[in-house]
């Protein structure tokens, strides 16, 4: 009997863990693979919204825990962790000795999983390779492409970019991005408000579940990271001014949260009478569910661009974020001003229909990627067309 390939994924924070579940599931349950999953850096830490409790509760074993993140969230703390979680997951990768490791997007602690697979020989698998949004993501993003020995890319146009950077054609796989596989299912059966908001407290305002409502959820730019605040205040003035019920969630690790938080927390000071209610994190499902039923969606946040776009959930893209990122007629692009987001945000609200796009797939994706990481050749050394 053929033996198992033993599969690691690496899930470094919050989102990440959306972007993977139902890979994680296809894994679990393939006859050819074996799954060893990793929880680390921000993903661990409650300030962020922990999905530990979330992983564990939806049936996955954690085989390792890998704490990394120095506080701060400054670019010396990125920096820091980034080496940090080298140094760590290179300890797990040996106890565990994984056949393949899998990385996810273009994170920063992403690329210390690829850093310590590359170099301990062990084949490294990189999914949402070749997309583009113009920031030190996108670097990270490529520089995990390069690293990578098997590539599992959610649109056509990213797989096109990756066979430009030099890589093998033939291990370049067009699979979708595994988080429309959780849309599709969100989709068909939609969790109503009230039951969510039974299960998550949150703090802020007073919701009432049966009247319209919008979200935020509004992450620092890293490569704009001092004006963090600023930007997170004027999302918050505008959204504010809207005078329409929100559920806003807390931004990620990255170098600006600290003043990203700041801002929220100041405003919560000032504005007592505010409509806003806040979460730390959701299961993905659960959020999805939440944001099928909202007017829309209001930051910068990759979920607008990806599962958005295939829900049709109209949203407002703020800033340089998700610059070049491929998107769908759902969202509306506009700058880090108040004014702007106040349109955009009485236009959205006052819309009608829904435009949906399939740009990230067609909601197979993690049976596709379960199937590339059972059959594709695992070889290290790659033969490049530059």
């Not at 990578?148 to 056509?156: E, G, P, Q």
């Amino acid at each position: 009997m053929t033996a198992k390939r033993k599969v690691c994924v690496v899930v470094t924070a919050r989102p990440s863990y959306s972007r993977i579940r139902t890979a994680l599931e296809a894994i679990r349950d393939h006859e050819g693979l074996e799954l060893q999953l990793i929880l680390a850096a921000s993903a661990l830490l409650d300030r962020y919204g922990t999905v530990l409790k979330v992983v564990e509760k939806e049936g996955f074993r954690v085989d390792r825990t890998v704490y990394m993140v120095l506080e701060g969230e400054s670019l010396v703390t990125s920096a820091k962790t980034t080496g940090l979680g080298i140094v760590e997951l290179a300890t797990a990768f040996n106890d565990l000795k994984p056949d393949v490791v899998v990385t996810i997007a273009d994170r920063y602690e992403t690329i210390a999983t690829s850093i310590a697979a590359s170099y301990m020989n062990i084949p490294l698998a990189h999914v949402q390779g070749g997309e583009v949004t113009g920031s030190i993501d996108e670097k990270t993003r490529h520089a995990n492409t390069k690293l990578a020995d098997i590539h599992l890319v959610s649109c056509d146009a990213a797989r096109e970019r990756v066979i430009r950077m030099g890589e093998d054609p033939h291990m370049v796989f067009m699979t979708g991005c595994p988080s429309i596989d959780l849309a599709e299912e969100a989709l068909s059966q939609p969790q109503p408000v009230a039951d969510l908001l039974k299960r998550y407290t949150g703090v802020g305002a007073l919701v009432d579940a049966t009247a319209p409502y919008m979200v935020v959820m509004q992450h620092p730019v890293t490569t704009e990271y001092a004006s963090a605040r600023k930007q997170m205040s004027d999302t918050l003035e505008a959204v504010h001014a809207s005078g329409h019920q929100t559920f806003w969630f807390w931004p990620n690790v990255d170098a600006g949260s600290d003043g990203a938080s700041g801002a929220i927390r100041n405003f919560r000071e000032r504005n007592p009478d505010n409509r806003i209610h806040f979460f730390k994190n959701m299961a993905p499902l659960d959020f999805l569910s939440l944001l099928i039923h909202s007017k829309g969606i209001v930051g910068n946040s990759s979920v607008a661009i990806r599962e958005c776009s295939y829900l049709g959930v109209p949203a407002i893209n703020i800033g340089s974020r998700q610059n070049r990122r491929d998107r769908g007629r759902n969202i509306t692009d506009v700058p880090h001003e108040v004014q702007a987001i106040g349109s955009a945000i009485d236009a959205m609200w006052n819309g009608a229909g829904r435009l949906r796009d399939l740009i990230y797939g067609d909601g197979t994706a993690g049976r596709k990627i379960a199937e590339v990481l059972a059959t594709a050749p695992l070889r290290i050394a790659k033969t490049l067309t530059y």
